[in-house]
């Protein structure tokens, strides 16, 4: 971080931490894009299997975290990181939907992220059964993903069901996520939505951040692609933030052969983005008790080789070393570069609704 004022705000707030930092662990364009499901060849028959237990009932409203006036022509369906920390011996692998430490995360959570859909986009969010970060710090990539398609993912796959019936009324969309958001928003793309192209071809792109997409798994769900620039739709926008002391650690959520998309410039190379380049990260001041606006706060650049997104920032609290490595910036993928994605997301609204 810079000099005066800046130096007395903290760059995150402390229950956002606790949030995020424990666990802390696309998508179709309409129109003349053409990334239509049906492209991978025998998709029609595609059907949802194997669903773990009995799903949430969102008809009710207390399972919704957010549920929106709507103001906007394009909606954002949004998947909170982890919020569920259990360490003692009686604590669930994955927890109810009612847990209340959960949901008292979640919505301070909401607050650091998900309020960047909401100049251009209508959010809902539902509360769904978590995984215990305890209970999965020692599985691999693979491992933890499959561990995702349990409860957890019958309760997504019900609030999208839910959503897409009684809610979204036939308009465009993002899907966006962090963290164990992102890893659930990751299986709706290569399963919900191969299983409903009508509603995969209103997608305007989808925001997994925080959670690696590989070049592998690209290459597994030939009907999605990654973005490639500012205002390409139907795609997937992602990224994992590091220091440079992270290279060549263990990070939970980075996976080999991963992909990031620097959140300043938009671009898939190298090219460096300075702290004057960032339109303003969203920092709370535990003087004011308030969210403001600090411009200069971080810098970007893609580490190629990694797949991630390397920030040079100053003063900044890291996630735990542990999962993430010495130098992990997981918890302020979206705060360090909020007004960029802000402005990104309405740039990609803009866009998709002109081929309307």
């Known amino acids: 971080m810079r000099t005066g004022k800046k130096q007395r705000m903290k760059l995150c707030n402390w229950m956002f931490v606790i949030a995020a930092c424990l666990w802390l662990c696309g998508i179709a364009a309409c129109g003349s894009n053409g990334n239509q499901p049906q492209e991978t060849g025998k998709q029609e028959d595609f059907a949802i299997t194997d669903l773990a237990g009995?799903?949430?009932d969102y008809a009710k409203e207390e399972n919704w975290l957010k549920i929106p006036d709507i103001t906007h022509e394009v909606d954002t369906f949004y998947l909170y990181p982890t919020c569920y920390s259990d360490e003692s011996e009686a604590a669930k692998a994955i927890c109810d939907v009612g847990n209340e430490g959960m949901q008292d995360r979640a919505r301070t959570v909401y607050e650091n992220q998900a309020t960047v859909y909401e100049e251009s986009t209508n959010v809902f969010a539902p509360f769904y059964r978590q995984s215990n970060i305890f209970h999965v710090v020692g599985l691999s990539n693979e491992e933890l993903e499959e561990f995702q398609r349990n409860e957890q993912r019958t309760d997504v796959y019900a609030a999208l069901d839910y959503y897409f019936e009684n809610y979204n009324e036939g308009r465009p969309f993002i899907l966006a996520g962090?963290?164990?958001?992102?890893?659930?928003?990751?299986?709706?793309?290569?399963e919900y939505m191969q299983a409903h192209p009508e509603y995969y071809e209103r997608m305007v792109a989808a925001y997994?951040?925080?959670y690696s997409i590989t070049r592998d798994w690209l290459e597994d769900h030939p009907y999605l692609k990654f973005a490639?620039?500012?205002d390409d739709t139907g795609v997937i926008v992602s990224w994992n933030t590091e220091g440079k002391g992270n290279k060549g650690q263990h990070n939970l959520v980075v996976e080999a052969n991963a992909i990031s998309i620097n959140p300043i410039n938009w671009k898939l190379d190298d090219t460096y983005a300075g702290?004057?380049?960032n339109l303003g990260s969203r920092i709370f001041d535990e003087g004011t008790g308030t969210y403001e606006i600090v411009e200069e706060i971080a810098d970007a650049q893609v580490d190629t080789e990694r797949g991630v997104v390397i920030c040079t920032a100053e003063n900044v609290?890291?996630?735990p070393a542990a999962l993430f490595g010495p130098e992990s910036l997981h918890s302020h993928d979206y705060d360090f570069y909020y007004e960029n994605l802000r402005e990104n997301v309405k740039t990609r609204v803009e866009a998709f609704l002109k081929t309307r």
């Open 54 to 56: 009995t799903p949430t």
């Open 178 to 190: 962090h963290s164990q958001g992102s890893i659930m928003t990751k299986i709706i793309l290569g």
């Open 208 to 210: 997994p951040i925080g």
């Open 228 to 230: 490639e620039g500012a």
């Open 275 to 277: 702290f004057e380049e």
């Open 317 to 319: 609290d890291y996630a």
